[in-house]
């Protein structure tokens, strides 16, 4: 691989681990004349243990070498993010879990050879030592995943290295989806974004651990369904901290524990067996809200016609195709905060198919808000 000058990389990777204060190089991916040598470079400044920001089919994800600590640790800082929280990594060939596990279960395998690439993390005993102590934040597993989007793959080989990557936004606020999203959270904290243009799926990956009994425990649910995983397996079971926003125990995933993917603004999912009654409910509570002095705001489903007066109303699609609402999600939460909507109501959905990931990430935008008409 051939790398660009030491002083370029260095006019790049400007300042402390952190990188606050540097300028930020931005390489486009999506003009195929000029895609191989952008991201040859953004490679290089990766290897050379600088973070940078790519697209994958889901959202765009934050890189290190996750065997780089200050590199690991630069994330953290451009990112907020607690450091219990452990971080997926992220590869481009299968071989390359060989120096990251210490073994692959068959059931495994056979997850690998039906999803990979895509939006399935695997979480598996690490070998000691492998990467850095903050990747798997002091945990004996990590999540491991092959992104299914060529820009991620071919910068994961031009790095040469595994990339811990988490969703390249400041903790704790909607993912990024596209990278002026990406540039709005972290211009100045980070080296540089890949620009692959919109990213796919719009919701995380899945991440389940197999267990010894052949049992799949899904820890977070994202594009790869419950319904697709027992196309493999038997036994697919939600793990139990996810009817919770919090954990007392270190999370063994990425989104277990804390408030995730939050607007600016106080939200809360508003569900019920008859739509009418939801929205009658909802425009209540909006016009009680605007006597407060609140911009408001709803995000409700195609089906629901009701006029919000006074009250910023965006789609997540139709309720009959909820991969158009997970790929929305996270770009109409960030609306709500360029218009300065201080308080939302979210119509909620089915938590069935692609419905269990949106529902998953609305509950922790809205901090466990949860209202039953």
């Given at each position: 691989m051939e790398h660009p000058s030491k002083q370029s990389i260095d006019s790049v990777?400007?300042?402390?681990?952190?990188?606050?204060?540097s300028s930020m190089q931005r390489w486009s991916a999506i003009e195929p004349n000029i895609a191989g040598s952008a991201l040859q470079e953004a490679g290089a400044v990766l290897a050379?243990?600088?973070?940078?920001?790519?697209?994958?089919?889901?959202?765009?994800?934050?890189?290190?070498?996750?065997?780089?600590?200050?590199?690991?640790?630069?994330?953290?800082?451009?990112?907020?993010?607690?450091?219990?929280?452990?971080?997926?990594?992220?590869?481009s060939q299968q071989n390359q879990l060989d120096s990251i596990v210490q073994r692959v279960l068959p059931l495994e395998q056979q997850l690998m050879n039906t999803f990979w690439p895509g939006p399935l993390t695997l979480v598996m005993p690490v070998i000691e030592g492998a990467l850095s102590p903050r990747v798997t934040a002091g945990l004996d597993t990590v999540g491991v995943r092959m992104p299914d989007h060529p820009v991620a793959l071919d910068l994961i080989t031009a790095a040469d290295c595994p990339l811990a990557a988490p969703s390249a936004n400041r903790s704790g606020r909607p993912s990024p989806t596209t990278a002026a999203h990406v540039a709005d959270d972290l211009a100045g904290r980070i080296n540089g974004i890949v620009d692959g243009g919109s990213a796919g799926v719009g919701v995380e990956s899945?991440?389940?651990?197999?267990?010894?009994?052949?049992?799949?425990?899904?820890?977070?649910?994202?594009?790869?369904?419950?319904?697709?995983?027992?196309?493999?397996?038997?036994?697919?079971?939600?793990d139990p901290a996810l009817s919770g926003v919090a954990a007392e125990t270190a999370p063994r995933a990425p989104g277990m524990k804390y408030t995730h993917y939050a607007p600016k603004g106080s939200m809360s999912i508003v569900t019920g067996e008859h739509m009418n009654e939801v929205a009658a409910f909802m425009q209540e509570q909006l016009i009680a809200a605007q006597a407060r002095g609140e911009r408001t705001g709803v995000l409700v489903f195609d089906e629901d016609n009701t006029v919000y007066e006074g009250s910023l109303r965006l789609t997540l699609g139709s309720l009959s195709h909820l991969e158009e609402a997970a790929s929305r999600l996270y770009s109409q939460l960030r609306e709500f905060d360029e218009a300065e909507i201080t308080f939302i109501l979210a119509q909620g959905c089915a938590e069935q198919g692609v419905g269990l990931a949106v529902m998953n990430r609305l509950y922790k935008a809205a901090g466990g808000q949860f209202i039953r008409v």
């Open positions: 990777i400007a300042g402390d681990s952190s990188v606050a204060g050379s243990g600088g973070i940078v920001a790519f697209p994958t089919e889901t959202v765009y994800g934050l890189g290190a070498d996750a065997r780089n600590t200050s590199a690991v640790e630069a994330v953290f800082a451009a990112k907020g993010r607690p450091s219990d929280n452990p971080l997926i990594v992220h590869i899945t991440v389940i651990q197999v267990e010894e009994d052949g049992r799949i425990l899904i820890l977070r649910p994202g594009g790869i369904t419950r319904e697709q995983l027992l196309t493999v397996a038997d036994r697919v079971e939600l």
